[in-house]
C-alpha cells in the first residue's frame, strides 16, 4: 500500500489550498483516512479525520476553516482549507488506515502560508 498526498504549496494568508491523498495498493476500502500537520520544532498533530462513515474530527484550529471530503471507494480523501493562517504552515501527512490493523503514512507535503 502506498498513500500519496499532493496539492501543498505557497499561500498568502486568507487564501485557499486542496490537498489531495491516495492510499493505492489494497483491495479493501479503507475504514478511515486523515490529515496531520508537523510544523519545525512541533510534534505532528491531528489536523481532520474520516472513518467510512463519515464521522468527522477536526483540531480546534480548524474548526470553521478546513473541510475533509469523505472517503471515495479509490480510497482518496481531500483537505479544503480556507482562510490559511501563518501557523497553518507545517508538513501535512495523510494517513489511511484499515479494519485489519494496517495502518500507512504518506511522505507529506508542504503547506507555506506568507503573512
Known amino acids: 500500500v502506498q498513500v500519496v498526498e499532493s496539492g501543498g504549496g505557497l499561500v498568502q494568508a486568507g487564501g485557499s489550498l486542496r490537498l489531495s491523498c491516495a492510499a493505492s495498493?489494497?483491495?479493501?476500502?479503507?475504514?478511515?483516512m486523515g490529515w496531520y500537520r508537523q510544523a519545525p520544532g512541533k510534534q505532528r498533530e491531528l489536523v481532520a479525520t474520516i472513518t467510512v462513515g463519515g464521522i468527522t474530527t477536526y483540531a480546534d484550529s480548524v474548526k470553521g476553516r478546513f473541510t475533509i471530503s469523505g472517503i471515495s471507494a479509490k480510497n482518496t480523501v481531500d483537505l479544503q482549507m480556507n482562510s490559511l493562517k501563518a501557523e497553518d504552515t507545517a508538513v501535512y501527512y495523510c494517513?489511511?488506515?484499515?479494519?485489519?490493523?494496517?495502518?500507512?503514512w504518506g511522505q507529506g507535503t508542504q503547506v507555506t502560508v506568507s503573512s
Open positions: 494517513n489511511a488506515g484499515w479494519s485489519s490493523g494496517r495502518n500507512e
Open positions: 495498493g489494497s483491495i479493501f476500502r479503507s475504514n478511515a
